[in-house]
């Protein structure tokens, strides 16, 4: 979106049917396979009964068999899981799902502008920093010969022997850059906002005690919890994620090998 944008504000019209034509067979190639299983399964299930015969979802207006499966066997569909009986499971996957709830508001409050205007409206400083998400990728690397030309001479100028400094000039401070490069930076917005719509489908629609293994594998919660143990006054929380983290690995290795619900 934000190469497209650049590309049209800068009236390259070629450039832009190239990025949005990248983007649709992006998006091809992801939803192909799981069209061509509904399509497989329709044929083999559907195609040739006759309507008595015919499994109810080969009926419907979108025939969908990997839908249908779950919600007829799995009992997965939204606020479906929203039972008494299943508060046990709510509260199994509480850790993992506060955890992604905290990371996603405390980008959204620090970093207000980036978040809501989904990086638009973010400074040139940060875009310099996220360059692969603004720059096309034409630029991007015009910009990565030009800066290992310049790397190159810098190199030699390095090698002259130079006269001993009286004063080393001081590095400057982490918190000027760690935020452009780190946990708040714009780079990681797309992250962010992959992140809530998976939280939300874990709560809403999946079963929930899935939660933990469902969103493992999103690397926000890891930069949150490594932002949070580096900040001064969050250190409690800090140990209290380091606790819940290697509990889990003793005890879900346990629980999980004995088919208990610890997942």
């Not at 007829?72 to 709830?101: C, D, E, M, T």
């Not at 989904?118 to 015009?142: E, H, M, W």
């Not at 100028?157 to 930076?185: F, H, T, V, W």
């Not at 874990?202 to 929930?208: I, Y």
Request: proline share 6%.
């Amino acid at each position: 979106m934000h190469q497209a944008c650049d590309s049209i504000l800068r009236k390259k019209a070629f450039l832009t049917m190239k990025i949005l034509t990248g983007g649709a067979l992006h998006c091809i190639f992801i939803f192909t396979p799981f069209l061509a299983f509904q399509v497989y399964g329709y044929n083999n299930i559907c195609v040739g009964h006759s309507p008595d015969n015919m499994r109810p979802w080969c009926k419907a207006k979108v025939p969908l068999l990997y839908n249908y499966i779950q919600s007829h066997y799995w009992g997965v569909g939204f606020l479906r899981y929203f039972q008494f009986k299943q508060l046990p499971n709510f509260l199994l996957a509480s850790p993992i799902l506060s955890l992604a709830l905290c990371s996603i508001v405390n980008y959204a409050k620090s970093e207000p502008e980036k978040f809501f205007s989904l990086g638009f409206c973010a400074s040139t400083k940060d875009k310099n920093y996220a360059a692969v998400l603004f720059i096309p990728q034409a630029s991007l690397r015009a910009n990565i010969i030009i800066d290992k030309a310049s790397s190159k001479i810098q190199d030699k100028i390095n090698l002259r022997p130079k006269k001993p400094r009286m004063k080393e000039e001081s590095p400057a401070p982490l918190s000027e850059s760690s935020d452009k490069i780190g946990y708040l930076s714009v780079f990681v917005l797309p992250f962010i906002l992959h992140l809530g719509f998976l939280a939300a489908t874990a709560f809403f629609v999946m079963h929930v005690q899935v939660a933990t293994r469902f969103l493992s594998s999103s690397p926000p919660l890891y930069w949150f919890a490594a932002h949070i143990m580096k900040s001064l006054g969050n250190r409690r929380w800090g140990y209290l994620i380091w606790a819940y983290s290697a509990s889990y690995i003793l005890l879900g290795s346990l629980l999980f090998s004995n088919f208990y619900p610890f997942t």
